[in-house]
């Protein structure tokens, strides 16, 4: 079936699905009991210091389900055995997480929103996703009238840290379908939320963005690294130094010495050679170098770690501005990308990087490196440190830094104004306008102080904290202060559902489905910000915060934030055509483009390459399109094009 009778298809199942309960979009009269405890509650938000202060909800209780719209696996669903967090959340709102919330399994996002418009069985909320199918079939509520009212705190943060951003609404509609929830807590972000921002504190937390970007290093196995390099240190080595000195030298992160991209691939040949000749195995399992395949697609490889080897982190395989065309250009179908394409090719023939790395999905993959069967990893994929530590392992993950310089005449750092990372839309079918308020007031309280303290501390009732006449707390239960403070990986975050530094974009707490704070860790209210601590308090499990390329080399972004960047993703909303391509790319492109992985000998990565691009123009990336997205991006973001020509002199 082509792609456009699927689209017809799923267009006509949305239609045929519209429910006709909440269709108004003008705020009714509710019922005067809901209004009132929410009114009541949005008012003390700002006046309690705690949420064990707060009410207990007495109306109408309400189990949610949410569909996360943007996973693809499901390995990493940590419930919590002894959850705090989301009980004292039922106690004020009446509200509970349905534990049968999914996300899209495997699937692309296109796929699973098929399966739910042909059962016409929605959630009660979607987060993330690309939600304009949604949007025209009538599916999701449209919030514009009621975010002043039910949900103050996110109208007001947005429209004041995020004005251009919030005068254009969704997809520059100026309307809203999605209450956004989260924000990063990288230290950019920070400063434009925060401008008081203490940043030696807030190290304890993120250090300045890394040279290349975030997330640029590599995660080595350190026993096979020290094979290679006898004086590069291990993760406890690197933690010792910490203990000793509080920082490290410049010279102290880069004990590995990877200045090019051509040493980049040399070490990962060594690698796989320092493990060949050491016949290294774990638990009697072959260990190999480097997977070229994540389990989900192309992106950890394509779109993160390989723009680092070319000094343009943050660069994606779809389309980018170009400063030597002024004009936003397909990356997908140029020379330069085929022979990156050609150079993972030849690590797999090489037996660098094994075959079976192609066809692992998320779950064995993320058991296989954890397990240590990979001597490498990067981008998101970091080793879960609890896990490694109750296998008592002799080995740890360590990071290894490239000292690439950043290719400032083709690429500049694109900052954003800062956007939420979590957004979550209402479906009418399921959750009733009467009930809206409910919910809004529920995400509106993780945008306040109160509430972000409750995710990272707990509630009062947990009894891991006293708090003074003047508000300051401190930690009485040894065992949480260490893993909330001082990072010990005792597993106590996920045991109680709290809230640490290292949030993902789904959610705050290991219990699945997490709720994101207003931001990530909690912000500025995360203990290991607000505790004043003696500068000879150190723990082993903040090495990492400080071994950080970022605090010496700085990344040259952009001259100014924007609203929208070039990457491809801001135009399915924009150009039909890109959508077409974009609902294709899960199912279609990203298979083809692992398959130039696969190829045997030159000749059949050829023709892969060949078939891969043959498919992206077929499914709407042709030239018309092209300039169709640059003229509406002209349109829609004069100020971003601007930055984007008047950043390259």
Known sequence: MSMKLVKKRLVCLLVLAVSTLGLCATPRDYSKATITRVQTLLKLFDRVTDSSQLPTWTGKKLKLKIWNAHGTGGAQRIVSPQDVISPELARIFGIEFDKNSFDNGGQDY????????ASNDWPELVQGGEIKDLVQGNKLYELTPWMSKYAPHIWNLDATKSPRGHKLGWSATGKFYQLATCYNNDVNTMLQLYPEL?????????????????????????????????????????????????KFTREEIYDVPLKSKADVVKFLYDLARVIKENNITENGVPVNAFPVFAGQDNWA?????????????????FTQYDPKTKRIEYQFSSPSFKEDLRLFNKMVRDGVAPKESLIDNNEIFTNKFNNGEYAVSYAWMTPDANRIAAAKKTWNFRKVYMDIPQNTKEWL?????????????IFKDKVSEADL????????????????????????????????AKGNRKFVNKDVEDCLVYGKANGINEKYNLCTDDVTYNGTCPAYPGIAPGVKGGGIYNPKYTLVRDKTSRAAGEADK??????????????????????????????????????????????????????????????AFKAMVDFATENGLTKETLDQINKAYAEKYPDDLAIYRNSYK
Request: proline share 7%; with cysteine; net charge neutral.
């Open 110 to 117: 296109n796929s699973k929103l098929s399966v739910l418009a």
């Open 198 to 246: 203490d940043l030696e504190r807030f190290t304890y937390i993120a250090a300045p963005m890394d040279a290349q970007g975030w997330l640029c290093n590599m995660s080595v196995r350190d026993d096979i690294l020290k094979k290679l390099y006898p004086n590069a240190k291990t993760q406890k080595e690197i933690e010792a130094l910490y203990l000793k000195n509080g």
């Open 301 to 317: 490889l394509c779109s993160w770690i390989l723009p680092i080897m070319n000094g343009k982190a943050g660069w994606n395989y």
């Open 413 to 425: 750092y694109p900052l954003y104004e800062p956007q939420a990372v979590a957004k979550y839309g």
């Open 437 to 468: 308020p409910q919910v809004m007031a529920f995400f509106d309280f993780m945008q306040t102080p109160v509430g972000m303290k409750l995710a990272c501390w707990g509630p009062k009732t947990a009894g891991f904290w006293k708090q003074d």
């Open 546 to 607: 400080f071994f950080a390329n970022g605090i010496y080399d700085q990344v040259k972004p952009l001259q100014g934030s924007l609203v929208a960047t070039a990457d491809f993703w801001n135009f399915p909303g924009l150009v039909p055509a890109a959508k077409t391509f974009w609902d294709a790319r899960g199912t279609g492109f990203e298979p083809l483009m692992t398959r130039c992985f696969a190829a045997k000998d030159d000749a059949e990565f050829e023709k």
